[in-house]
């Protein structure tokens, strides 16, 4: 091994030792970081546990062999809210449990094992060429745990809040359901609701409906594009005012003035930036200007209006 | 980012430059620009920028 190779050994050591130090003050600072939520004075173990016979087939057994409406009724609605509650007991823990692992799974834990792995292959006295080939590895590798970290940290309140919408319609139902006779909303019938009410509370259900969401806001969007592509010459007010500052350019030979390409610039980074209207990043800016449209004629107000333009 | 074809109808002979102009002006701009006069004596300008994406769920505006 060459002396240029120690010393650039010696210099990766360095780095690497400084990474080391900077990534476990990482996880020690992510170990005692607050939970989010405050103590809980309530043992959800032993409550879940008393709650356990309404899950029982001989409670449904003893509702089914009773006779009295209002008897059937009153168990009914026992045995509903019992394991109502044992849910949201449950579901409750799964949120805790969720948001502490966003928060918990920190990339200085990753980065660890990365520096160490790096270290091990930079420091073992390997060739310089092989040690740089490990390091790199370890960088691209850290990159790849932070990225995955980072989308599951911004994900999570997502799939929260639609865990929690789902769950609450179903609930909806069920208390809607168990204002009515016994006849009407009977135990087996509650019981459907209490399956999907069990299903609510979980990811791939939140992801189905996320996804099902923003393709049909993807939807909505297309259609309204395909509205846009054939349209009839404005002549608003609104339409002459951005025409006359679009043409603002130099004088031809005839003294005509051309198009002015800055504001023409200027009035398109306004429409890929703007979020009223998504629809306008997708269309072109004459379609704006000179289509003959309510939706347009307001997006034209807005851009007259916006003071970044300055249309006289 | 904008794909398919798009069209202004309905253009006095006064004002049809200005829009071919303006579609050109278009970042990215248009493959190409077409203008037709219609019957009644008013013009039709088309552009036609790159096809959409197989994955948009709307058809590209070609005919």
Redesign the interface.
Same mark, same amino acid.
């Given at each position: 091994m060459r002396i240029s190779d120690h010393s650039t050994l010696y210099v990766f050591g360095r780095v690497f030792r400084r990474l080391l130090v900077i990534s476990v003050a990482g996880v020690i600072a992510s170990c005692s970081a607050i939970q989010g939520y405050p103590p809980d004075p309530e043992n959800s173990s032993a409550v879940l546990a008393s709650l356990q016979p309404y899950f029982q087939p001989s409670q449904a057994d003893t509702y089914i062999k009773e006779t009295d409406p209002a008897q059937r009724r009153q168990l009914r609605d026992i045995i509903v809210l019992s394991q109502v509650r044992a849910y949201d007991i449950e579901f409750n823990n799964f949120e805790k449990s969720l948001y502490s692992s966003g928060n918990g799974i920190s990339t200085g834990s990753d980065l660890v094992l990365l520096v160490l792995n790096g270290l091990g292959a930079t420091l073992g006295g390997v060739a310089v060429k092989a040690a740089l080939a490990a390091a790199s590895t370890g960088v691209v590798g850290a990159q790849s745990a932070i990225s995955k970290d980072l989308y599951y940290q911004k994900t999570l309140p997502a799939l929260l809040a639609q865990m929690e919408a789902n769950r609450s319609a179903v609930e909806l139902t069920i208390f809607t359901g168990l204002t009515q006779e016994d006849a009407k909303y009977s135990l087996l019938h509650a019981y459907l609701d209490l399956e999907a009410l069990k299903q609510a509370g979980g990811i791939p259900q939140a992801i189905t409906n996320i996804t099902q969401q923003a393709a049909n806001a @993807? !939807?909505a969007s297309?259609?309204k /594009?395909?509205e846009?592509?054939?349209?009839?010459?404005s002549n608003s007010t609104s339409s002459q005012r951005i025409?006359e500052w &679009? @043409?603002s350019g130099k004088k031809d030979a005839q003294g005509k003035r #051309? &198009?002015n390409?800055a504001n023409? !610039?200027a009035l398109?980074q306004w429409m890929d930036s703007d979020t009223t209207d998504p629809t306008l990043? @997708? /269309?072109?800016?004459?379609?704006l200007? !000179? #289509?003959d449209s309510p939706g347009l004629e307001a997006d034209r107000q807005r851009a007259l209006a916006d003071p970044k333009l300055k249309i006289p | 980012m904008v794909c398919g074809t798009f069209t202004i109808t309905q253009i006095a002979s006064g004002d049809v430059d200005g829009v071919v102009e303006r579609y050109k002006a278009n970042k990215p701009p248009p493959v190409s620009v077409a203008k037709t006069l219609a019957p009644d004596g008013t013009w039709t300008v088309t552009a036609t920028f790159p096809p959409c994406p197989s994955n948009t769920s709307h058809s590209t505006g070609s005919k």
């Open positions: @993807n !939807d297309q259609t /594009i395909q846009l592509r054939s349209l009839r010459f025409r &679009l @043409n #051309g &198009l390409q023409s !610039d398109q990043k @997708n /269309i072109p800016v004459e379609q200007v !000179d #289509g | -």
